[in-house]
Structure formats: structure tokens, C-alpha cells
């Protein structure tokens, strides 16, 4: 498996010589970083099977949440243009910014909690060290 990956990345780093656009610079850095942590990790391939489809869904589910408080920002930036701007919707958007940023944490918390189910306690802390 780390050799299928480590060619995966080397086809990544070609293609990135060739001038991508701007999606595909997004996908070879995020396969650089899941080479990386594979290495640092130092993952079996029963590991890597296991643990690269979940960290990948919370990872997705962090962008999600993350697109939705970009959202919730460019929502503050129009009111803050709005000639009658309340104290009413300044909280309301408070609101929204703190649960989003409490959702977040709760993502994170759940996922680190997962991790004895994929990794051996050094590769934890190797990984919380890594996602730093």
C-alpha cells in the first residue's frame, strides 16, 4: 500500500510541474499530507486501509463546517453595510459563529477519541503532533 502511495505522489509531483490549476494544486498538497502522515505514522497497510477513509470524512466534515462559518463571516460583512443594522442581528450572528466553532471542536474532539481504534497510542500522539 505505501508503495502504491508513494507512486501516487510521484505522478502528483509531474503533474504538478505542469502548471494545474487551482483544484488540483488542492489535491496534491492533500496527498503530499496523507503521504506524510502515512510515514510519520508509520502506518501497516491494515492501518492505512482503516484509517485514511475516516480521516478523510472528518476531515471533510471540518471543510464543511469551516465553508459554512466563511459563510456566516460574509453574512457579517453585509450587515455591516445595512443602514439599520441591529443589536438583534449582531447576536444572532454571534450565535451562529460560536456554534459553528463549538461543532468544530465537538468534530475534533470525536475523532481524537476514535483513534485507538486505528492507531497504537505513540502513532496517537505522533498524529496530534502532526495535525498541529
Known amino acids: 500500500m505505501k ?12 503533474l504538478m510541474a505542469q502548471r494545474p490549476d487551482m ?6 498538497i492533500e496527498a503530499m499530507r496523507i503521504y506524510r502522515l502515512i510515514d510519520v505514522l508509520d502506518l501497516s ?12 470524512k472528518h476531515d471533510k466534515k471540518i471543510k464543511e463546517l469551516r465553508d459554512s462559518k466563511a459563510d456566516a463571516i460574509r453574512d457579517g460583512r453585509k450587515l455591516y453595510d445595512e443602514e439599520s443594522l441591529s443589536q438583534k442581528q449582531v447576536d444572532k450572528l454571534f450565535q451562529t459563529l460560536n456554534k459553528i466553532d463549538s461543532d468544530i471542536n465537538q468534530e475534533r474532539q ?6 485507538s481504534k486505528y492507531l497504537d497510542p505513540k502513532q496517537q500522539l505522533k498524529y496530534i503532533g502532526f495535525d498541529q
Not at 23 to 28: G, L
Not at 45 to 55: G, N, R, T, Y
Not at 110 to 115: C, E, M, V
Open 3 to 14: 508503495k502504491i502511495i508513494i507512486v501516487l505522489l510521484g505522478m502528483s509531483v509531474m
Open 23 to 28: 483544484f488540483e494544486e488542492k489535491r496534491n
Open 45 to 56: 497497510d491494515s492501518q492505512v486501509d482503516a484509517f485514511i477513509p475516516a480521516l478523510k
Open 110 to 115: 470525536k475523532f481524537i477519541a476514535s483513534l
